[in-house]
């Protein structure tokens, strides 16, 4: 059955005003300034007047299996479930492994993403974790990228971490090059994933891969990048050699507004500095732990990322750092869409697959979600849950 959606005003993430639009077989059919449809025909309606319709979010970096086991097995956090996915308004996102490879495998994260497909949702993972040598599942990094579906570069692999495997620059460009040339034969992002942790080289070790190959920059997503001033000036210097960084929406501390590491705060900063914003990413790194660590690096506690938090820091970046709506929306949309090379995602647009989010114009909250043409949230109830939800 086609829906029809009618009296959106739309943000494609650029502003185009009121729109209505048709969507079937998980696409967007058709979009126009007013459609009159026949009292006969078989069609669903979606009156949406007085709300804004927005992409479907992208968050890139979630623990879909759970992550954590920095305090031992009991402080292994758990999968992630559908119906929270749907709450804050991701209709795509990349399933990672990080600190643990032992006990969660490429096995477990491509099963538990074929599933979240099979509930309505568009997933994909990168292959490896912090990790190197990388544990892939085909024992070889261009091989999971070209014939695994759901594979689409490497990552999360950690650099200036402790609990890295302190990777050296040979290691970084052999991996990166295999990335790429995955990418290159299956038409696929191809890019390394990087978590940046708060050791003193911060991103130096990517650099140095530049440096001393013919690699491009755009290989690298680093993400953890908004930690406080010396991390937001290294993301203004890699986004101006041409790179592009990733902010991360979850943290385990209460920040307030004006704390650099609050993505919004940090987009604001870099936005007033002339910079690239296009080359900026936010991403929830939902499920995963975020441990505490002491001066030498014993484990105090942790507390688990939250997707809620991903869509939470747009809504600041408009609301209280008074950056444009359309600006703000990229980073979970269009941005990330670019980045990962979802050639149909984070945009509304004909041809397009029907991944929709619905604000409420006065709060800017999430009203309603629709998922590949499916409704899955409506009016802030979820209609639609896992299978053992």
């Known amino acids: 059955m086609l829906t029809i959606i009618k009296n959106a005003e739309v943000y494609s993430p650029e502003y185009l005003g009121k729109k209505d639009l048709i969507i079937g077989a998980e696409k967007i ?23 804004y319709l927005v992409p479907g979010f992208i968050d890139s970096h979630v623990h879909i299996i759970g992550g954590g086991g920095e305090g031992g097995y009991k402080t292994r956090t758990p999968e992630i479930t559908l119906s929270s996915i749907v709450k804050a308004g991701i209709t795509s996102l990349v399933g990672i492994l990080g600190t643990d490879n032992a006990t969660r495998t490429m096995s477990n994260l491509i099963a538990k993403a074929k599933a979240l497909k099979d509930e ?4 994909y993972t990168y292959t490896g974790s912090y990790h190197l040598p990388l544990k892939t599942l085909t024992n070889r990094i261009i091989d999971d990228i070209v014939f695994i579906e759901e594979i689409i570069g490497v ?10 495997s302190q990777p050296t620059l040979e290691e970084l460009i052999r991996i990166t090059a295999d990335a790429r040339v995955g990418g290159i034969l299956s038409k696929k992002a191809g890019i390394v994933n990087v978590h940046v942790g708060k050791g003193k080289k911060l991103i130096q070790p990517l650099l140095d891969v530049i440096n001393n190959s013919d690699l491009p920059i755009t290989q690298f997503l680093p993400t953890h990048m908004n930690k406080d001033e010396e991390s937001i000036k290294a993301c203004k210097e890699f986004i101006n050699l041409g790179g592009r960084i990733d902010f991360t929406t979850s943290s385990s501390n209460n920040l307030d507004e004006n704390d650099i590491s609050k993505p919004s ?10 910079v690239n914003l296009e080359n900026i ?21 942790l507390t688990v990322a939250n997707v809620n938090t991903l869509y939470q820091e747009v809504k600041d970046s408009i609301l209280v750092e008074q950056i444009p709506m359309e600006i703000a929306l990229k980073v979970v949309t269009s941005n990330p869409a670019t980045f990962l090379k979802l050639e149909t995602k984070g945009r509304i647009k004909e041809g397009y697959d029907a991944d929709l989010v619905i604000l409420d114009k006065n709060s800017l909250n999430i009203k309603s979600v629709i998922a590949k043409g499916k409704l899955m949230k409506k009016d802030g109830k979820i209609i639609t849950r896992g299978t053992f939800e």
């Open 120 to 123: 309505g949702i568009s997933c």
């Open 29 to 51: 059919l058709y979009i126009t300034d007013s459609i009159t449809t026949h009292p006969q025909l078989n069609v669903k309606i979606l009156d949406l007047e007085g709300d």
């Open 265 to 274: 705060k940090a987009l604001k900063v870099l936005m007033d500095e002339g």
């Open 155 to 164: 990552g999360e692999v950690a650099i200036s971490d402790h609990r890295g």
């Open 281 to 301: 990413s936010f991403s929830s790194d939902g499920q995963g732990s975020m441990p505490h660590f002491d001066e030498k690096g014993n484990y105090l506690g």
